[in-house]
């Protein structure tokens, strides 16, 4: 399968401990996304990297949250000091440079804080 | 920023019927607005797309309707199956314009009845 991959797909913390998720985009695919969705809710835009340049982060990213694409391929959402209202799933996407921007999206990874 | 509204929250069809989703964004320059499904567990996967200059697009049972004057658009399934059984969600955005953030509605729960 050459989906985009996410790993961890289950996670359960306890408050105030750090997490990192990653995200394998689709082969190829330069535009890298990293969207919040919490229960009966639509996904939300936390950030987006083009290549390994972040571009543009919501202000829904606070400073506990930091997200990185080193090489411009694989990219790590990490959350410090965890808090309860941290709790959703964390979707990743991709997309290819060009007319089409489709974006496609990850399983995710259901984050718990406890 | 984009705001976009999706209804019904809820729908039942009975197997073979059609059904029909709606959404209205607020932003008028938005100009590509995709469609997702999305499953228990799973992440978003796309199921059909639009983009501004173009009116209607249909692929197999699936269809989407775009009224750019009045800023809504509508996702029409025809004889509906039980796998067709998901949450739906609409989305808007400004592609090609350097910010590719997807703005999502709140989803439609389909419900299809055997």
């Known amino acids: 399968d050459t989906g985009v991959s996410q790993d961890p797909r289950h996670k359960i913390t306890k408050r105030g401990q750090n997490v990192t998720f990653r995200c394998d985009p689709i082969?190829?695919?330069?535009?890298l996304y990293w969207y919040r969705q919490t229960l009966g809710q639509g996904p939300e835009f936390l950030t987006y990297f083009q290549n390994e340049a972040q571009l543009e982060k919501s202000r829904l990213l606070s400073d506990r949250f930091s997200a990185e694409r080193p090489k411009g391929s694989f990219s790590t959402l990490e959350i410090q000091r965890t808090e309860q209202g941290d709790s959703a799933m964390y979707l990743c996407?991709?997309?290819?440079?060009?007319?089409?921007?489709?974006?496609?999206f990850g399983p995710g990874t259901r984050l718990l804080v406890l | 920023g984009e705001n976009v509204e999706q209804h019904p929250s809820t729908l039942s069809v009975q197997e073979g019927d059609s059904a029909v989703i709606k959404c209205t964004y607020s932003d008028s320059a938005s100009n590509y607005f995709p469609w997702y499904k999305q499953e228990l567990g799973k992440g978003p996967q796309l199921i059909i797309d639009i983009r501004s200059n173009v009116g209607e697009k249909k692929d197999q049972r699936i269809a989407v309707t775009l009224n750019k004057t009045a800023k809504h658009f509508s996702l029409h399934i025809t004889e509906t199956q039980p796998e067709d059984s998901a949450v739906y969600f609409c989305a808007a955005t400004l592609s090609g314009a350097g910010s590719y953030q997807l703005t999502f509605g709140k989803g439609t729960k389909l419900s299809v009845i055997p």
């Open positions: 082969s190829e695919h330069n535009r």
């Open positions: 996407a991709s997309s290819l440079r060009g007319l089409q921007e489709t974006q496609y």
